[in-house]
């Protein structure tokens, strides 16, 4: 039992649902061509709010990629109900518990990706935003097909 005001450090799991998954998705949603039957949007930061909005959910993501490097961080609080195709909780501590270095790997490489995105939105690049956005999810990617679904 912990004491009174006592905590424990926040879970990967609760890192990826409150500073990966919105910063990344900020950063996805920030730039994009979508065709329609009218034209093209050309969907990107243009003025000096929308730029540092952007700039803020880089600079989330890469501070929340160092949090995810800390030594002793679980992945999830209980084990959870998973996604069809998703491996149980306690397989996947099992799995980064084996490989820490590598799960230390793919955070660094997050982190990077967020500093790729991050010197675009300071050159205000949309085209350099765009393309570490892609960065951002090769990332992830490599991650959750290494612990979290690898039979997908």
Known sequence: MTAVGASRMPT???IMDTKVDPSADAIWDSVAYIATRSGVEDRRPRTDEQWRAVRRSAL???EAADLLRMKGRRVAVIE????????????IQ???????????????????AGLKALAAIDAKDAK??????GTIDEACEACHLTYWYPNQ
């Open 12 to 14: 990967i799991q609760e």
């Open 60 to 62: 989330t993501l890469i």
């Open 80 to 91: 959870s109900a998973t996604k069809p195709g998703e491996l149980p909780t306690s397989e």
């Open 94 to 112: 099992r799995r980064l518990d084996a490989t820490p270095s590598g799960f230390e790997g793919f955070a660094r490489a997050l982190g990077d």
């Open 128 to 133: 350099a935003l765009m393309d570490s956005g």
